[in-house]
């Protein structure tokens, strides 16, 4: 069976919604395409142009969400994940590219001047394209959170930034329907290039942080309460937490001391216990933990509160709470 289907041989949810967004796309831009040449509005032409990213866009993301779903291989043994972020940031290069054609174009426009016509039909094909943009991008936001999906996330922010667009450019018309000032038109179209290339960089930034393994506090704060909660005597203590993300998939590994007398067969119980309340606080995507037993040492006894320890070289004194600060150190040396 294909990598890149479900169990039940269909395609999985993201990548359906990429597939959906791709044919959303060309159509919308064919829309936009047919309002420009009607019109010979800058502005509409500014949204063509941001449309027809969305189509390269789609393109990528649909192929990056479909690889990254792939399970772990020889090639890739921490998964695929990290194709949604770099299809992200190709995505938000796109768009600071499309945002920069468009800046070029309505500065032209404004020295050399233009002509409009048919501004009704125009405005009328313009604004159906919106409403169907507006319609894709919440549906692409809603299954992007529900898939962990950062490509669909990225795409469902440039397909409404898209439709914000669209907005100004039909108010431009508006405006030299009543006005008959058409330099208002490029000066639109200007400030729709300034809005794209801020959605780009955001868009960029985003992606930045699954491709730098950023450290994602939220979800450390609540591996932290998970092991707080579920703590146990023998875990003597718990240092150099660590987590990374990859698409759906989350790499947690940390150091776990336990006693020194424990056998091999005790720690890896101890270990088994440790990995079940890790994998609470990360449910709804893959998990994959690493966890390496270290034996404890006198300098752990003060905050070990095992009963009975025949090696105990100190009394225990108040344990350290299991909070981020403390977990993601170093530990003792």
């Known amino acids: 069976m294909s990598q890149l289907s479900s169990t039940s041989g269909r395609a999985s949810p993201a990548v359906q919604a990429g597939f959906v967004s791709l044919g959303a796309s060309v159509v919308i831009l064919l829309a936009k395409l047919a309002a420009y040449m ?14 027809s990213v969305n189509v390269i866009a789609a393109s990528v993301m649909t192929f990056s969400v479909a690889v990254s779903r792939r399970p772990p291989d020889a090639d890739h043994p921490y998964g695929h994940g ?10 938000g290069a796109l768009i600071a590219g499309a945002a920069m054609f468009i800046a070029v174009e309505a500065v032209r426009r404004i020295v050399v001047g233009s002509e409009l016509g048919h501004l009704g039909v125009g405005m009328a094909i313009s604004a159906a394209a919106g409403g169907a943009n507006s319609v ?11 898939e962990s999906s950062e ?13 914000l667009t669209t907005g100004a450019s039909i108010a431009a018309l508006v ?7 058409v330099l208002i ?30 450290a994602d506090f939220g979800l450390l704060v609540r591996l932290a309460n998970a092991l707080e909660a579920a703590r146990r005597p023998e875990w003597c203590d718990i240092h150099q937490l660590r ?7 989350r790499h947690v590994d940390l150091h776990l001391v336990v006693p020194r007398f424990y056998t091999m067969d005790e720690a890896h119980r101890v270990e088994d216990g ?49 909070e981020v600060e403390h977990l993601t150190q170093l530990g003792p040396i």
């Open 151 to 163: 490509a669909l996330r990225a795409d469902g922010v440039h397909v409404l930034s898209d439709t």
């Open 38 to 51: 009607y019109t010979g509005s800058m502005a509409l032409l500014a949204d063509a142009a941001e449309s």
């Open 185 to 214: 038109d490029p000066i639109v179209a200007l400030f729709v290039a300034v809005n794209l290339a801020w959605a780009g960089a955001r868009v960029v930034r985003r992606s930045l942080t699954g491709l730098l393994d950023e």
């Open 175 to 181: 405006a030299v329907k009543l006005s008959g000032v």
């Open 274 to 322: 440790l990995e079940a309340a890790l994998a609470k606080a990360v449910e709804g995507g893959d998990e994959d933990f690493v966890v390496h037993i270290d034996p404890c040492r006198p300098v752990h006894c003060a905050g070990c509160a095992l009963p009975d320890c025949p090696v105990r070289s100190a009394p225990p004194e108040k344990r350290a709470p299991f």
């Open 82 to 91: 990290k194709a949604e972020p770099l299809s992200a940031a190709v995505e």
């Open 136 to 146: 894709l991008g919440v549906y692409l936001l809603g299954v992007g959170r529900r």
């Open 243 to 249: 987590s990374r993300g990859a698409g759906r998939r």
